[in-house]
């Protein structure tokens, strides 16, 4: 799993604009990219989100979504996955 994921945060190759120069746009970026790949893209072959096939949430999750929790996180409430 964590090949498919660092294939599609460009960050990593320094080649393209995206390269992070500051180690918290890269850690921002990275954990972007681990919760779409977790939360949001479903898997061909689970037909589901790898965080619905462990139980994690039993929704799939949209951005939308990510940024009201972080909302939420930000006023020191919680959400319900």
Known sequence: HNLSVRMT???????????????ENHCAAVALGYFAYNFIKI????????????????????????????EASGRG???AA
Not at 10 to 18: C, E, H, K, Q, Y
Not at 58 to 65: F, I, S, Y
């Open 43 to 70: 898997n061909r072959t689970l037909r589901m989100t790898p965080a619905m096939a462990a139980g994690v949430t039993g929704k799939l999750w949209e951005v939308a979504d990510l940024v009201a929790a972080w």
């Open 77 to 79: 409430e919680e959400r």
């Open 9 to 23: 945060v460009r960050r990593f190759t320094r080649l393209t604009n995206a390269f992070s120069k500051k180690i």
